[in-house]
């Protein structure tokens, strides 16, 4: 028998599974393990939600797959070892694999700000947005929380807020001089104006310096809150950054055109850890495990391997509450109810499909 190890069991790895579970060129000598740390599939994507309480727990799980061939093991990975071809797991007998996906998404960076990391609150796990769920519901009335960061995230989980907490006051850092000035003028233009109506304060060309109990610095000025959400940035998880590969500036690792270590082809890397030319998603996760399932199913069968395409995105989907949203669709720009209404109507989609 040949092992196959997926670690992480997130949108890359689902997407692993279901191809090659799905698959009739799943060679018979071919035995799945997926090891994560949480009992089901996390949907990351709704952390926004979970955090400001406008979702229950159970709206952001999808039961992992019960397949024959896929043997699910719980744990946390605590490092890989390449040489020896081994995942070790805390208080937990190491793995051995003959090929191995590493899935394991990634974590907040806080780029060097002092007491980001011990005073801010983060969505970027399941414990952890359940961590702020429970402080930012239990906040006082006319409490002030800072969101840190106005990207995708920092933008859903303060208009979700909003909608969830209408005494709070809100106040989102954003370093541009208007939210979301990658994209098109007429879509941050509708962003801004709807925190703006909202009575969200954007705060355009901050700086967030340094964090302490009950307050951050915007530049030097000082400004008290009772809550701080960190979403002004990621890395990969640590695991994937204490590998001794080659790395891209983001920490995010170097991969051949088949998706695997330019030592080592039988270790492939998904998702947020991965080196690709765009920003991580879960939409890009999901492409590039297309990709990686095909490689291993001609690896396996002994086939030439399939030529490599380029990775095409659909488009992004943003919230902002349940009525209204905003996004992208080739070159063109939606805001308003129809965007919103396509994103619930992906979310749906895929967790029935998954
Ligand atoms: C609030 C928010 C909104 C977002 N919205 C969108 C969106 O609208 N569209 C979009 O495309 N993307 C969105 N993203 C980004 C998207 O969620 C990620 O890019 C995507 O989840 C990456 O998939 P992945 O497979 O790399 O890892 P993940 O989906 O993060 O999965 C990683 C898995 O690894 C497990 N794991 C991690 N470390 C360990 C360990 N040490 N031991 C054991 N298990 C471990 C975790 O439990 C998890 O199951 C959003 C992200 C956030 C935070």
Known sequence: MKHLVLLGGGYGNMRVLKRLLNSSDLPENIQLTLIDRVPYHCLKTEYYALAAGTISDHHVRVTFPDHPRLNIKYGEVTAIDVKEKKVLLKDQDAVSYDDLVIGLGCEDKYHNVPGADQFTLSIQTIDKSRQTYQILNNLHANAVVAVVGAGLSGVELASELRESRPDLTIKLFDRGDMILSAYKKRLSNYVQNWFVEHGVEVINNSNVTKVEEGALYNHDEKVECDAIVWTAGIQPSRIVRDLDVEKDSQG??????????????????????????????????????????????????????????????????????????????????????????????ILWLYKYQV
């Open 252 to 345: 995010r690792v170097v991969l051949t055109e088949h998706h695997h270590l330019p030592t080592e082809e039988h270790v492939y890397v998904v998702g947020d850890c991965a080196s690709l030319p765009y920003a991580p998603s879960a939409q890009l996760a999901e492409e590039q495990a297309e990709q990686i399932s095909q490689v291993l199913l001609a690896r396996w069968n002994e086939q030439p391997l399939p030529e490599m395409n380029e990775i095409k995105l659909k488009g992004v989907m943003g919230s902002l509450g349940k009525k209204s949203g905003f996004g992208t669709m080739g070159s063109t720009a939606l805001i308003g109810r129809v965007p919103r209404l396509l994103k619930s109507g």
